[in-house]
């Protein structure tokens, strides 16, 4: 009797953990980390998705752990560890303690499993600030990694991009054992976390983070939108802030709007490079890999966003160029940064508004300042290689060398 | 009919290069920017109250009824906002009634009718305070302006009416049963001007973001001077209903 009880509750037990793996696994709805398995590198706004990695500087390899919500992201530079950081996105609040900070972190994954939303505060030095960031896959098979800091009264966002780098000759064995195995699968992953995405994400994803890094991932995904009417009061009553809102009405009206990322000039901590041919400036960030703040790792945006003047007189506007406080949501800092999204007011094309003179010729008088309207990023862009990202230059100064679009001039006929 | 095309055709003119303007402005149910003007124009029925005993004595000696008086009308405004509900119009319209009439009582020697022309042309040109009942639009963030689909509204103005009411053909010199030709009209120039008032009520049913239809009632009241052809009347009375139809374009 003894025996068969035994049997039973075995059997039983058996039973039950099968159906609670079956029931966990039916849980899962999206590919959680699969989608980010692999090794990443840098990348440039419009840098294609599918170029070579380069050969030389630092890549973040991102593996999993025993938890499907967690992973674990390697910085490997010239075949060393630099650090290894574990993000676990149960959701469960983790305390860090680097560089003389200390604080708290917390990673959720979105609905549908797709996004991370992680938040952060900490102090550095007495200083507090708070991160809420955003961790998705672009439709381009992008690592889009945007974060908005709030320290003391400023605000600021900083958006990083990351392309695959493949599995990197002298890479860690122990990496690239995993890495080869789970190929196949996180290229399938992540393109079921780069798909488009609907109002419920956008909705979301400004109730999970900040409007402003919202607003900056709406753009940095160029996804193109169709909001009707509808679809901006379903938003607007869900609570969505109008400066995402914004963002998704000038994304689903790209023959009026552009969605640009406005130049900054003095960014000292930069490299910028200059495409001369699109006014676009990327800037390249010398920085080694922070572990508290991965994204400053490689390519950040230094560069405002702000409503261009022209149009519909809509004037100057802008969110404002909020100065960057210099503290990440991690604790090394970030280097650059960009103001939120903007919407540039296309109407064909720009034009500055001028007047002919007796006696002096054309002037203009207002508006038309070049390289303040940038184009939308197109895939054809190729950056110079980023020799100061492998420079190991110190995390304070980066590279400071730099190139400015020159200024369109007439000379006399020959 | 001449005022029915003329609608038709100020319409069509607002419509085709709004068509146009639409791709530059509108999205996909909203305004890129809350409208801040509004531009209509409509059409419908003038009723003349016709109530001042000029009237009284053409309508009982001619063949003439009071509501000979009405016409169609012909109107449009420019419209500003000042807040979400309050609008700043500026007004005008156009009714003219032209009708034939003899005397009621008598025909010349020939026996043939003594004929003559009635003309009442009205004018009015107003300011007036506009309060939508409802909100006329929702704006979300800074770059979408959702219409209200329907918004009642009511309002008031103040302002001004060019008018004039003439009678051209034949008459009969009561003193000496004479039949004479002449021109009476309001004054020797023409035209005058009186001040009025007006009152409206109506709905605007917004089909696009850019477009609505707009049905409007009111009422005007004003009373002008008769020139020396209309000697000891009491002042003409120009007030009168109306009732119109509108398309009406934010800018």
Known sequence: MNVTMKRCVAAFGILAATAAAAGAQQARVGPKWQGWVGCWTASAPGESAFISAPSSGPIVCITPSASDDAADFTTVDSGKVVSTQRIDASGAEVPVDAKGCKGVQRATWSADERRIYLHSASTCDAVKSTTSAILAISASGEWLDIHAVKSYDSDNVRVARYRDAGIPAGLPPEIASVLRERSASSEAARMAAGADIGTAAVIEASRAVDSLAVAAWLMEREQHFNVDAKALVQLAEAGVPGAVTDVLVAASNPGVFQLARASQQNDRSTTIYTDAGQRRRVSAMGVPYDPWSWGSLGYGYPLGYGFSSLGYGYGTLGYGRYGYGGYGYGYGGYYGGYMPPIIVVTNGQAQSRGQMVKGRGYTQTQGGSTGTASERPRSTYTPPPPSSASSGSSSSSGSSSSSSESPRTAKPRP | ?251
């Open chain 2, 1 to 251: 009919m001449n005022v029915a095309r003329s609608f038709l055709a100020i319409a069509l003119a607002m419509a085709i290069p709004a068509g146009a303007l639409s791709a530059q402005v509108a999205g996909n149910g909203y305004l890129f920017h809350t409208p801040s003007v509004t531009v209509s124009v409509r059409g419908g029925y003038s009723a003349a109250t016709a109530g001042s005993d000029v009237f009284d004595d053409v309508t009982r000696q001619l063949t003439l009824n009071k509501r000979d008086f009405g016409s169609l009308t012909l109107g449009g405004d420019v419209g500003f906002r000042i807040t979400s509900k309050l609008e700043l119009t500026l007004d005008a319209g156009y009714s003219r009634s032209s009708h034939k009439s003899e005397f009621r009582n008598f025909v010349d020697n020939n026996d043939l009718p003594i004929e003559q022309t009635t003309t009442f042309e009205r004018i009015p040109l107003t300011a007036n305070l506009k309060l939508h009942l409802a909100p006329t639009g929702r704006s979300i963030g800074r770059l979408a302006w959702i219409p209200s689909r329907f918004v009642p509204y009511v309002g008031g103005g103040v302002g001004v009416m060019s008018y004039r009411f003439r009678q051209q053909g034949d008459f009969v010199d009561f003193n000496t049963n004479a039949v004479f030709t002449s021109n009476l009209d309001t004054q020797e120039d023409g035209r005058d001007w009186a001040f009025v008032q007006q009152a409206m009520a109506g709905v605007e049913y917004n089909f696009s973001p850019m477009f609505g239809l707009t049905l409007d009632a009111r009422y005007l009241h004003g009373r002008g001077n008769l020139g020396t052809a209309f000697t000891g009347y009491d002042r003409i009375d120009l007030s009168g209903a109306s009732a119109s139809v509108g398309l009406s374009m934010r800018l």
